[in-house]
């Protein structure tokens, strides 16, 4: 089946049950060393650490690195998808996610500081046989519905629940 | 050297030179097939994939998956930071998240509906020979430093550059 073929596909089962627009993703993991957290999302299992530099191993990426790993692979399938609705061929995309962290956020030396990235660059590289007006059309597509992209960009609403004994 | 030891050399290095308080992180990929991306993050590589659903083949957790990994990783390695600076004795952590998506959004069948999550579940579980309340002063101060809770609740300057041919 083609990814138009997909999306179409989708789009019929959703106008018929609304209910089928919803989606639930769920990871869970628990910390078992000083830094290094064991994580399951799905079938697939992931280590997360952090450099020696924050008292961990680096047996993993840590998880502001795996926030931009999320923005960089969001991008890249968002264009794949995107390519395929609007009859534009794409070959290939590279992208590269760079953030700045002032750690006197994190580490509470400096309250006035955020303890997240105080700014992120991205950089999209898409390729293939069509002008450059093309991908521009694109990528403009892409960031109005770039699920990651919309989550760095706007709050999102968190219900934290903190279970104690 | 423990953590506190740690946290403390990192205060008098940076009140000495706060230039030492920046971090730049990194990543970089690129699509290699349908929906697959390979990424590197310092020396880690890894994969991102849609589930079939998606048009994937599943063969690691989706984008947005990482983005809730990014959250839960983050939760449970800043509560370790944040009980070694509290003096609170913390023996595990728990992490589940779980994120709503209306596929609406990034299909752009309805560009009334955010493409990112809506909303997000984070259960905490956090434990040790201390009381229950000392583990909630430790969840709360951990809400306020952590980073990847913070990229979730407020946006982030993002500044995107699409390179085309």
């Not at 994580?39 to 926030?67: C, F, K, Q």
Request: a negative charge.
């Amino acid at each position: 089946m083609t990814l138009k073929a997909l999306i179409d596909g989708s789009r019929t089962a959703i106008e018929a049950d609304p209910a089928k627009a919803a989606a639930v993703f769920a990871v869970s993991g628990r910390l078992v060393g000083t830094t290094e957290v064991a994580i399951r999302a799905g079938r697939h299992e992931l280590t997360v650490d952090e450099p020696a530099a924050l008292a961990g191993t680096d047996l993993g990426a840590n998880p502001v690195e795996h926030a931009l790993i999320a923005l960089a692979s969001c991008q890249a399938i968002t264009y794949r998808f995107w390519a395929a609705q609007l009859g534009i061929e794409l070959d290939s995309v590279e992208v590269a996610a760079e953030g700045d962290l002032d750690v006197r956020g994190f580490f509470g030396f400096d309250d006035t500081i955020r303890p997240g990235f105080t700014s992120v660059r991205l950089k999209v590289t898409p390729s293939g046989p069509e002008p450059a007006e093309r991908y521009q059309q694109l990528a403009d597509a892409v960031d109005e519905h770039c699920p990651v992209l919309d989550l760095f960009s706007h709050p999102t609403p968190i219900e934290r629940t903190v279970v104690t004994a």
